[in-house]
């Protein structure tokens, strides 16, 4: 049975029987479960420092989680006993092709909104009053007036003309 060390410098090495082992200080495991439990009071830090000490290996920067690192590290040692070394023990990530998105068609704005009825009702050429608008929507005055200076006024860019009828009425119209 193979003995596994790692020593204050994170250095493994592997020896044939307990014999062999010349460094009293340092910790021994023979299988992934002993070195799982060796590994539960070391920080995430130590796990990678002794992954990117294993010579022909990826280097990382972190671990996914204690449990892939002690998988990881006892893979990579037992394919450096057995002659089997390929490079690197992790699963190998596959590039996905990525699908090009589709171009989104342009907005063109939504039909029977109270919107569409309102920009209808000012395109006239008489336009429209604040009473009709207001028929027309359900709103109060204070909300056709403010949908008319914010939404169409500032946000559609539309240049909106308010003037008064010859009965006094306020009307809007697009100019």
Same mark, same amino acid.
């Given at each position: ?20 082992? $010349?460094?009293?200080?340092?910790? +021994? ?17 130590? %796990? ?9 290996? $990826? ?18 040692? +037992? ?15 596959? +590039? ?18 109270? +919107? ?35 939404? %169409? ?23």
């Amino acid at each position: 049975m193979t003995i596994f060390t790692i020593d204050s410098e994170n250095h493994i090495a592997a020896h044939g029987s307990a014999s062999e082992v $010349t460094d009293k200080g340092s910790e +021994q495991f023979t299988n992934e479960k002993e070195l799982a439990q060796l590994a539960a009071d070391w920080p995430g830090s130590r %796990l990678v420092d002794i992954w990117n000490r294993i010579p022909g290996l $990826t280097p990382v920067k972190r671990f996914t989680n204690r449990a892939v690192a002690t998988a990881r590290i006892w893979r990579a040692v +037992q394919s450096l006993v057995s002659g089997e070394h390929s490079g690197d023990v992790a699963p190998a990530r596959r +590039q996905t092709a990525r699908k090009p998105t589709r171009k989104q068609p342009a907005h063109t704005g939504r039909k029977n909104t109270k +919107q569409a009825q309102i920009v209808a009702l000012l395109k006239r050429s008489g336009g429209a009053t604040l009473n009709h608008l207001m028929r027309a929507t359900g709103w109060q005055a204070h909300s056709v007036r403010g949908f008319i200076s914010g939404t %169409l006024g500032k946000r559609l860019k539309l240049n909106i003309e308010s003037f008064k009828t010859p009965r006094g009425e306020r009307a809007y119209r697009i100019a």
